[in-house]
Nanobody
Framework: VQLQASGGGLVQAGGSLRLSCAAS????????MGWSRQAPGKEREFVAA????????FYVDSVKGRFTISRDNANNTVYLQMNSLKPEDTAVYYC????????????????WGQGTQVTVSS
């Protein structure tokens, strides 16, 4: 499966962005999906995950209540709605896919898209 992330940009603190990740190639729906991010000088960290059905979601504590992951299997797309953004959310955001549920274990995801830059100004 090929993944294409988009929707990043520059936003002021407190603002919102919605990231999209479009999948192509193999059938999208059996894949669990996740978002991770990497800030300059830091390791990549897990942000959110969603099961293939959309029934289960999982978030890193730092984004709970602010970010929402969702998916549209009919259109092979997963979203990350980011509200109340903070400067510490600044990072390159990556989407990933896996046939196995790994949740927050990003090293388990087999397929990765290119990143999209999110910059939050204070």
């Amino acid at each position: 499966v090929q993944l294409q992330a988009s929707g990043g940009g520059l936003v002021q603190a407190g603002g919102s962005l919605r990231l999209s990740c479009a999948a192509s190639g193999r059938t999208f729906s059996p894949y669990h999906m996740g978002w991770s991010r990497q800030a300059p000088g830091k390791e990549r960290e897990f942000v959110a995950a969603i099961s293939w059905s959309g029934r289960y979601t999982f978030y890193v504590d730092s984004v709970k209540g602010r970010f929402t992951i969702s998916r549209d299997n009919a259109n092979n797309t997963v979203y990350l709605q980011m509200n109340s953004l903070k400067p510490e959310d600044t990072a390159v955001y990556y989407c990933a896919a896996s046939r196995t549920w790994y949740g927050s274990q990003i090293e388990g995801y087999a397929y990765w898209g290119q990143g999209t830059q999110v910059t939050v100004s204070s």
